[in-house]
């Protein structure tokens, strides 16, 4: 069975500060998709990464960046220097090749200023 | 940019009457779906949607729930008979491509209240 588990209902940290959420993945199929989608207060849903099972490179784009290790089905997303803007619902999702992606329950983050 | 757009943007419905949530997909895009997301919980793959029928689609989505594509561009999800569980957002998405590394370009959903 295929699952996303994100194990952090919330976080809150104070502007300026790195902030990490966690996403740990469940799946047979050696080829797969993981997803991070942000979720602001207004409520759409903000593609932010793509990353398939064969590619184990860690990724950057500017304040943000995700590090994958299959080796722990880990794909965690980690916010440097975070801003009040970055306030949302984050949500890591996997896909195994169908049509249905998968999503974990979200990490709230709360930005303070 | 082009983007997913849905209508309405929130809709009340009472016990038991049916509801047609609308989707305009990107217009190049080949692929649809729509998820669920009951308030403050995951958001649920419902259904996908290709070449007029539907390609895969959830536990969820059983017989309440029809999808369809009226004419070229819009893309509707009916749920007859709603009940008060049905209350959620409703998102529908596109893509150009089936391919699960294609990105799914999501609208900015609907919310449905029963009530």
């Known amino acids: 069975a295929q699952k996303v588990t994100q194990a952090q209902t919330e976080i809150s940290v104070v502007e300026k500060e790195d902030v990490t959420l966690d996403c740990v993945y469940e799946t047979r199929d050696t080829t797969y998709y993981l997803f991070w989608y942000k979720q602001p207060p207004s409520g759409e849903l903000v593609f932010l990464i793509r990353?398939?099972?064969?590619?184990?490179q860690n990724e950057i784009s500017g304040r943000y960046s995700w590090n994958f290790q299959k080796s722990t089905s880990s794909f965690n997303f980690t916010i440097t220097a975070s801003q009040v803007v970055d306030s949302a619902v984050y949500f890591c999702?996997?896909?195994?090749?169908?049509?249905?992606?998968?999503f974990g329950a979200g990490t709230r983050l709360f930005v303070k200023a | 940019e082009p983007e997913v757009t849905q209508t309405p943007s929130h809709q009340v419905t009472q016990m038991g009457q049916e509801v047609i949530l609308r989707c305009v997909p990107i217009s190049n895009h080949l692929y649809f779906y729509w998820y669920r997301q009951i308030l403050g919980q995951k958001v649920e793959f419902l259904v996908s949607f290709y070449n007029n029928e539907i390609s895969e689609k959830s536990e969820i989505f059983d017989d309440q729930f029809s999808v369809e594509r009226p004419d070229g561009s819009n893309f509707t999800l009916k749920i007859r008979s709603t009940k008060l569980e049905d209350s959620a957002m409703y998102f529908c998405?596109?893509?150009?491509?089936?391919?699960?590394?294609?990105?799914?370009?999501f609208g900015p959903g609907t919310r449905l209240t029963v009530l």
């Open positions: 999702a996997l896909n195994t090749g169908g049509f249905k992606t998968i």
């Open positions: 998405a596109s893509s150009y491509s089936g391919r699960p590394d294609n990105e799914q370009f």
């Open positions: 990353r398939n099972s064969f590619d184990e």
